[in-house]
């Protein structure tokens, strides 16, 4: 089975401080991504990765930078928190053009 | 990007029922995914399926990608059914994902 983590399910942080989210998988895919989920607006993706040290912007990379150092994990990094980034941080896996994986999420909430 | 439309966006069922989700896509995709979120938030895969039908259980799916549109079937429902139902289509490497359906299962 396929599975991929996140390093924390909860977390409070306060504005303007940094954060790391951190996502790990277990099953040498290529690609990885990450999404914010929002009431009434889906999952919105954020960056997404290709490869080691490659990243590609998604729809929403404002205010976010990524790190890929290892194959199996995929870091999110808000460089100074804000309010508007309160909000549920969902990672997924996937092979090559196939099907993705997701991780149990993490809810941030930026005071 | 890719447009993806649910219908409908919410939806009661009666324990025992059945039900038909809806997922329109803008233009061709190269892959077609249904997830189920459960109450917790994590996004459960249920059919990665391009094109043609697959059936697990009371779930079945059903992709028409000549003319984009995807069909997820639920019968005989269960209140473990209820969350909210997710497509998602890929283009360019890309996933791009619909606002969802959100389904309540009464007993």
């Known amino acids: 089975d396929v599975k991929v983590t996140q390093s924390s399910r909860y977390l409070v942080k306060r504005t303007g401080e940094k954060v790391f989210l951190e996502c790990v998988q277990d099953m040498d895919h290529e690609n990885m991504f990450w999404y914010r989920q929002d009431p009434g607006l889906g999952l919105r993706l954020i960056y997404f990765?290709?490869?080691?040290?490659?990243?590609e912007k998604g729809d929403i990379p404002e205010g976010y930078s990524v790190s890929r150092e290892k194959k199996e994990r995929f870091s999110l990094i808000l460089e100074s928190a804000s309010t508007n980034q309160t909000s549920m941080y969902l990672c997924?896996?996937?092979?090559?053009?196939?099907?993705?994986?997701f991780g149990p999420g993490t809810r941030l909430t930026v005071t | 990007g890719i447009q993806v439309e649910q219908s409908p966006p919410d939806l009661i069922l009666q324990e025992g029922a059945n039900s038909t989700l809806r997922c329109n896509f803008s233009?061709?995709?190269?892959?077609l995914q249904w997830f189920h979120q459960n109450p917790w938030g994590q996004l459960i895969n249920l059919f990665y399926i391009p094109s043609g039908t697959k059936q697990n259980g009371r779930l079945s799916a059903t992709t028409v990608a000549t003319e984009r549109y995807s069909l997820l079937y639920i019968s005989s429902s269960q209140t473990t059914d209820s969350g909210v139902y997710f497509c998602?289509?890929?283009?360019?490497?890309?996933?791009?994902f619909g606002t969802g359906t959100s389904l309540t299962v009464i007993p």
């Open positions: 990765s290709y490869d080691v040290k490659m990243k």
């Open positions: 233009d061709s995709v190269n892959n």
């Open positions: 997924a896996s996937s092979s090559r053009r196939y099907e993705q994986y």
């Open positions: 998602a289509v890929e283009s360019g490497n890309q996933f791009y």
